[in-house]
């Protein structure tokens, strides 16, 4: 623990140096922690999440409280960081929480889940519903204190060899996408793999994989999927949103004072507002760009989105069987979804579907 | 500039009362300001952004910072708030831009106009796109500087005495609407009037309006319109969303610490992002109440929503020929708002839709 330096320095009083007034001198303490990031500096929309939020922390403490940023595999691997705040050997992560969809699915109502809730439902199920308390119960057993820190919006659903012009088109497709959307394609005869970023474009330009998904258009660019295979769908009904999450070990985060604590609380709200402004402000322009170099954009089959929709269903009606955490959580997560997606679909979609028809 | 208690406490040193590392002692100054709200408290959704908004400040210093929030009326009425801010009678506001139209239309771009941004597109192009530097330079002639906080999302659009089957059914309609959503209805003939919310419900049970639109369904319920007037339309074209600003005196501003600064400013986003999610986790079983009461929800008539769309286009080309600043930020504005669209047609729009189609 030598890398942390905690100058105790509670109870001190200062003396006004000039002036009529007593001053309030309030001492806090001079805090240094490392965050580990799951994704590489180059995905600067994410990654760019976590410095804001050690920038927003920084800034608001005159530099007293320090939180270093490290991109995935510097101090743990990208997928290493639940176990690593877990036992304290990091103080932070910032990561997709589907990841560790191995260890426990419900990690992935933090995130996302196939059909599941929009950015602003999520932001809402967390922060003004239950969410939040859900999950902080549910992550105590992993020493973890959760935050929500970003998200994606609705994303694309990847990049295939050759078009998809129906459900059957997947039997057999070998494809890139993380654990969850994986297991409900496995039901249609898709073969998920996961493989990182940085190995996609290769695997999908020998044809090891026949598609890959990635996240929406502005990383997908980065990626350069689309010179490789050219066919570019929407939506990802598994991940319909995509939330990132600060993990904070709870010895560190109980050791916090009020108002350190108040500003994490604060800095992780701000970045997370401030990561999704950002996937919206890029997106449209790597859009654009990605079509005038040759990506061919279409929708999704309906029959392959009706299978992939019940085949969610046998899922989750498997792991209200199996998992008792998931048990605990789905039945608040779905009920809200259902609520707001019944209220999205009056004035929401309504005003955004007339803005689209009109010449803007 | 009684009522402002600064205590002057910079360049002091603390000294270690105990341990043997030196304590790095930071004074702040206490903080005491005053934020008039337009709106009253029984608005808790929009009037507790503001209410958060104080809470975060005050919370990320130890109670150094205060900020005081009182409703309209209580320092300077409801749409006195700019006047007060520019002249330095009040530190801070809590207002919705538009009602200052009448000054200048621009205000509105910090607010909504009709056929403008949904609330993400808000977000993103104020806090990723020039939308916070072109209104910053704006606000600079009423020594204003501005921060986000708060949205309430897509508007519902009224409660109507009578149903409205086509556009024509809006000619000599007298209806209860802010100013620039009127002034686009006046082009379709309707009589538009500015009513504060408490003689709303009696204006339209006797008669003396046709027509009225509020916010949404959390807020309108509180309301009670839906007993005089059942037919609730949707969507209002003219509040796509709405954004919420905290405007401060810029002397004030001025005076603050970088890190005081830095609070603001991610108290402000922080309540940005809250103040969205309360209403999205609210407006759902609001809405299920008001139609268990009676209320009738159609979509506007397609004619209506063309013609008031048309409508707007000439205001805007209109506004282009007479208002300098209005000239200035329009060309950004939309252009940020076609990009948007069309992008949210992809993805998100076609994931809500389907989503919206399924039994959940």
């Not at 932070?92 to 929009?118: L, V």
């Not at 689309?226 to 990132?244: D, I, L, R």
């Not at 449209?284 to 299978?307: C, H, N, T, W, Y």
């Not at 955490?325 to 779905?334: A, C, G, L, Q």
Request: net charge neutral; glycine share 8%; charged share 20%.
């Amino acid at each position: 623990m030598e890398r942390r330096k905690f100058m105790k320095s509670a109870g001190l009083a200062g003396i006004l140096a000039a002036g009529s007034a007593p001053a309030i001198v309030h001492a806090q303490q001079q805090i240094r922690w490392r965050l580990a990031s799951s994704f590489p500096k180059s995905l600067d929309t994410v990654y760019g999440a976590s410095e804001a939020f050690a920038k927003y922390v920084s800034d608001a403490t005159g530099g007293k409280f320090v939180i270093s940023v490290h991109p995935a595999g510097e101090l743990v691997p990208a997928f290493g960081v639940v176990d690593a705040v877990q036992q304290g050997t990091i103080d932070c992560a910032h990561t997709a929480p589907y990841y560790f969809f191995g260890k426990d699915e419900s990690f992935a109502f933090d995130c996302t889940i196939p059909f599941g809730m929009t950015s602003r439902a999520m932001t809402a199920w967390m922060l003004e519903g239950n969410g939040m308390k859900l999950m902080r119960e549910f992550y105590a057993q992993y020493n973890i204190v959760n935050f929500v820190c970003g998200n994606t919006g609705a994303q694309m659903g990847g990049w295939y060899r050759k078009e998809i012009k129906s459900v059957a088109d997947l039997n057999g497709l070998k494809m890139r996408i993380g654990g969850f959307g994986g297991r409900v394609l496995a039901k249609l005869g898709a073969v998920s793999q996961n493989i990182p970023a940085g190995e996609i474009y290769q695997a999908l330009e020998r044809g090891t994989i026949d598609a890959a998904e990635w996240i929406g258009p502005y990383d997908d660019l980065r990626l350069g999927l689309h010179k490789v295979a050219k066919n570019y769908y929407y939506p990802a009904w598994w991940e319909g949103s995509t939330q990132f999450s600060v993990y904070i070990n709870d010895k560190q985060w109980n050791g916090l004072s009020a108002e350190y604590k108040a500003i994490i609380e604060q800095a992780s709200r701000a970045a997370h507002v401030t990561c999704q402004a950002r996937y919206d402000a890029r997106n449209p322009g790597a859009l654009k760009q990605l079509i005038a170099e040759g990506a061919v954009l279409s929708r999704f089959p309906r029959d392959f989105m009706d299978a992939a929709f019940k085949a969610s269903r046998e899922v989750y009606a498997e792991l209200n069987d199996t998992n008792p955490n998931w048990k605990k959580i789905y039945p608040d997560y779905s009920r809200f979804l259902a609520d707001q997606v019944q209220w999205e679909a009056v004035a929401e979609s309504n005003y955004a579907q007339y803005l689209a028809a009109q010449k803007l």
